[in-house]
Nanobody, 120 residues
Framework: QVQLVESGGGLVQAGGSLRLSCAASGRIYVITTMGWYRQAPGKQREVVAT???????NYTDSVKGRFTISRDNGLKTVYLQMNSLKPEDTAVYYCNADIITVTYRRNDYWGQGTQVTVSS
């Protein structure tokens, strides 16, 4: 069994900061790419940022310069530091990881989601 558990969401005023964390656990052999996605009410889920095991990062244009994704491979944890938050960043944020288990099965896993609300 593999689980992704997120933490760190909440309510913040525009211009504020939040840090999301997502820890993977279970029968994990290796984690390749990890990422953060978000889904606002009435919209499709979109990718926010991704990071490879070698720490190569990619960001959607709307968060470049404001959000930073990082990971600790030893802790099997990915982080999303969100600064200069805007009301349009309000969404449920989901952690995602591409994981190969100890039985060499490769699957895409998702966290349960954490709400981020930015007030104006």
């Amino acid at each position: 069994q593999v689980q992704l558990v997120e933490s760190g969401g909440g309510l913040v005023q525009a211009g504020g900061s939040l840090r999301l964390s997502c820890a993977a656990s279970g029968r994990i052999y290796v984690i390749t790419t990890m990422g953060w996605y978000r889904q606002a009410p009435g919209k499709q889920r979109e990718v926010v940022a991704t990071i490879t095991s070698g720490h190569t990062t990619n960001y959607t244009d709307s968060v470049k310069g404001r959000f930073t994704i990082s990971r600790d491979n030893g802790l099997k944890t990915v982080y999303l530091q969100m600064n200069s938050l805007k009301p349009e960043d309000t969404a449920v944020y989901y952690c995602n990881a591409d994981i190969i288990t100890v039985t060499y099965r490769r699957n895409d896993y998702w966290g349960q989601g954490t709400q981020v609300t930015v007030s104006s």
